[in-house]
């Protein structure tokens, strides 16, 4: 690994600290090295806050001029909720600029680096796959004003999901939960759907070691029959019911009196217009969903290629004895169009990664 690639992974690792918590900007982080030697740091800590250039620049003076920016988006050059990045790279005035991912937002694309080309400072395009990975969701939102939705569901070992009667069961272990933390973490958003809510009253929020952070979260309702009582009102940063046109307009009040936010979508003969949801979730700003719904859900999705990336998590220990099925991952439609692109085992569970073809 060159220099060029350990600093821009370096600016990665420092934008994957604020992933999930910027929307509707993106997680970016910054690293100035000169002579070899860090002169500082910086990410985006959110929407209206510093851009991470600037924060990695604030405390550096005169010995900036000549260092290298390594940044792992390209560097904005128009006035938003801050001032461009561009003119404060021009000030300093750095001798290099290495960024590692075109920003898709056509006010931007490609015009940061030709500015600081022609402002006399280096200006390198390095792309890189961990990079490239890192802003998929963003580049999906920025390109389809959706929202990128990945879909996750666990199975027992004899391809189950839950009891007879609908009750949760525990089926994946330590490992597989920590992965579903650390993805709820780098999603904007949580969706999940009423029959899920009140089978489980999950708390949907993020646990890492001591840690306990809330993220707001989506449930689709199509008659807002939501109880405030559930735990999920003291464990979410808000929350959001996706209903139906037909539903009872003094309930709705009702609800948005209790602070409860209701979004509205067309309504089919079996239900919610779902391919709807991503374009209400995008028009919130947020880049990425992770989903967490029941089977017969989660095959509508992934039916009508809703979500654009999913994970299976299966046990290789958990029989469920008279349970509720998935699907036959081996004769079902519901995964036709996805094409699994990687297998990891997690302790007692298997992890299948899918993306749509």
């Not at 690293?31 to 990410?43: A, D, P």
């Not at 940044?71 to 021009?90: I, N, R, S, Y």
């Not at 792309?127 to 959706?146: C, M, N, R, V």
């Amino acid at each position: 690994m060159n220099e060029d690639h350990k600093f821009l992974l370096e600016a990665l690792d420092l934008a994957a600290q604020r992933k999930g918590y910027t929307s509707p900007n993106p997680a970016v982080g910054a690293i100035i090295i000169k002579e070899g030697r860090v002169l500082g740091r910086g990410f985006h800590f959110g929407t209206g806050s510093p851009h991470a250039e600037v924060e990695a620049l604030k405390n550096l003076g005169i010995e900036a001029a000549g260092a290298t920016l390594y940044v792992t988006l390209e560097p904005c050059c128009h006035f938003g909720k801050t001032p461009p990045c561009t003119d404060l790279l021009k000030s300093k005035p750095l001798g290099r600029v290495v960024y590692g991912f075109v920003d898709p937002n056509p006010i931007v694309s490609g015009k940061g680096g030709e500015i600081l080309n022609q402002a006399g400072i280096k200006t390198d395009y390095l792309p890189l796959k961990e990079i490239q990975d890192f802003y998929k969701s963003y580049a999906w939102w920025t390109g389809h004003q959706k929202t990128w939705l990945t879909g996750k569901l666990a199975l027992s070992q004899d391809e189950k999901v839950c009891s007879a009667d609908g009750s949760p069961v525990k089926i994946t272990g330590e490992l597989a939960d920590r992965f579903t933390h650390f993805r709820r973490a780098q999603a904007d958003v949580i969706v999940t759907s009423i029959s899920t809510l009140m089978a489980d009253d999950p708390r949907l929020n993020v646990r890492s070691g001591s840690s306990v952070i809330k993220k707001p979260v989506w449930i689709l309702d199509q008659r807002l029959s939501f109880s405030p009582e559930c735990q999920l009102m003291d464990t979410a940063q808000s929350v959001t019911l996706v209903h139906g046109n037909s539903a009872s307009e003094e309930r709705r009040q009702n609800l948005l009196a209790r602070g409860i936010d209701c979004v509205a979508v067309s309504e089919l003969d079996d239900g919610l217009c779902l391919s709807e949801l991503a374009l209400r979730l995008g028009e919130r700003g947020y880049h990425e969903a992770w989903c967490e719904f029941g089977p017969r859900l989660f095959s509508a999705f992934a039916k009508n290629k809703l979500f654009q990336e999913i994970f299976l998590y299966h046990s290789t220990q958990v029989k469920i004895a008279n349970g509720r099925e998935a699907f036959n991952r081996e004769t079902s439609p519901v995964l036709e169009a996805y094409k699994k692109v990687s297998e990891e085992k997690l302790g007692c569970d298997i992890k299948e990664s899918w993306n749509l073809k």
